[in-house]
């Protein structure tokens, strides 16, 4: 079970629980290269004026100064503060060093992100990211937004999290829609759908009639699109079915269809069109994701994006993406509450070679080093105890095997788990595969 932090908001896992860290962030890392993705590692601090360009979240944003800082001005553009996501970084990397990368670029970023918001389940102030995107110079093939999706689906499919859902939906496909309705304020009529889960039909309704001034009718239709969820391209039939017609939802159902349709073939019954989504209004401008775990919806989107026209641009220089990103910390902390998995043992060290006296200190070194020439993680005991302690020391930090130098120099190991001891050669001697590295069962 993970344990509450001194420190609300700011997770500090035991060495059982930073293997399952290392485990999730070991399996994307093998996803994303697999996927052609390269690794980056952007400066923990950003400008203010840099971070804050859109000022939607400046109450979250961390300052950095110094203590002794004297009449800090607080608004100063130039000051310094921590990231509170991935993106922006990314942003101003893309700029800065465009000129010594290949567009299009993909990359993966794993980072600590801090933001100031009410601790709660699953949110922290400070936090791992695990990051992807494809930017491109100028244009960006939309074919991009479908292979994230897939890549992502292969990603969190090889965690030990259950089952999950990666719910799309395309922005113009829904801002389309309200046009062809006649609203004329698609961003509102979003805000209002936003709160679907959390208020439901009847509060939205009132809300798009009372504050959108949408119509009665217009509010049905509204809502009757964002009901509309399915694993197949069935969605395209639903949506005309609504008899609703506009350009730019034919633009969106288009790019909705590529998705979904290739998702149906290469990563069945994990995504899903879903055309209550309706995140990122000012931000995104076509595709949109967001994830959640099958049975722990409460927890709410585990891994998040969508495509962005707009990612940074530079003088006449546009440089358009599309990401996600997975909340590490939000999947880690559900696997060690869930007890889904856990690490096969509290240390890396696969053998504990004991010490016959006290003489024999440095004749142990070198069975230690004969073995982690091969690759075998131990650690030699620090007095000649009786052989009995130096097993249950052993015992007690979960190392398996035991290592014992005779009086004639022969050598011999043991499993503590099962008893058996048979003679080893340290120069050849190996332990079964699955315990060469400290995994998680």
């Known amino acids: 079970m993970a344990r509450k932090a001194s420190l609300s908001g700011f997770p500090e896992w035991l060495p059982a629980e930073r293997v399952v860290e290392q485990h999730v962030l070991d399996t994307l890392r093998r996803t994303f290269e697999l996927h052609g993705f390269a690794n980056i590692e952007t400066r923990a601090v950003e400008t203010r004026g840099q971070l804050l360009r859109k ?73 791992t990211q695990a990051d992807i995107d494809v930017v491109g110079e100028g244009t960006l093939a939309f074919s991009y937004d479908v292979e994230l999706a897939l890549t992502i689906a292969d990603a969190l499919s090889a965690l030990p999290i259950g089952d999950f859902r990666l719910r799309v939906n395309n922005r113009k496909l829904a ?35 009372d504050e959108v001034g949408a119509t009665g009718e217009q509010a049905d239709a509204a809502l009757a699109l964002a009901a509309i969820c399915t ?20 633009t969106g159902l288009e790019e909705l269809f590529q998705v979904i349709d290739a998702a149906s073939k ?82 890396p060290s696969v053998v504990y070679v004991t010490l016959a006296d006290e003489n024999s200190w440095h004749q142990a070194q070198d ?14 005991a620090s007095s000649a105890e009786k052989f009995g302690k130096q097993i249950k020391f052993a015992d007690r930090r979960g190392i398996p095997f035991v290592w014992f130098t005779q009086q004639d120099g022969t050598h011999e190991v043991k499993d503590i788990r099962t008893g058996e001891q048979i003679t080893a050669d340290p120069s050849s001697w190996s332990p079964p595969a699955e315990d060469l590295h400290n995994t998680v069962n």
């Open 55 to 127: 000022g939607e979240i400046d109450k979250e944003v961390y300052g950095l100064s110094r203590l002794a800082a004297e009449n800090e001005d607080k608004h100063d553009p130039n000051a310094l503060a921590l990231h509170f996501d991935l993106t922006v970084p990314f942003a101003r990397y893309v700029v800065e060093n465009a000129g010594h990368l290949a567009f299009p670029f993909r990359r993966y970023q794993m980072q600590k992100v801090w933001r100031g918001e009410r601790p709660q389940d699953g949110r922290f102030r400070e936090f």
């Open 175 to 209: 801002e389309g829609f309200y046009r062809g309705l006649g609203l004329d304020d698609p961003d509102a009529v979003l805000r209002a759908i936003d709160k679907l889960e959390k208020i439901g039909n009847e509060a939205v309704a009132k809300i798009l009639i």
């Open 231 to 250: 694993l197949d391209t069935s969605f395209v039939e639903q949506v005309r079915a609504l008899g609703v017609e506009h350009e730019l939802l034919d």
């Open 266 to 347: 290469r990563a069945p019954g994990k995504v899903m069109a879903d055309l209550s989504i309706a995140r990122g209004l000012d931000y995104y401008t076509g595709t949109v994701y967001e994830t959640v775990l099958v049975g722990h919806e409460s927890l709410g989107s585990i891994c998040s994006g969508g495509r962005y026209e707009s990612l940074a641009s530079k003088g006449k220089k546009n440089y358009p993406g599309v990401g996600l990103s997975i909340g590490v910390t939000r999947l880690v902390s559900r696997i060690l509450a869930e007890e889904l998995v856990s690490a096969a043992r509290t240390v």
């Open 367 to 380: 069975v230690a080093a004969a073995l982690r020439g091969r690759g075998i993680a131990c650690e030699v």
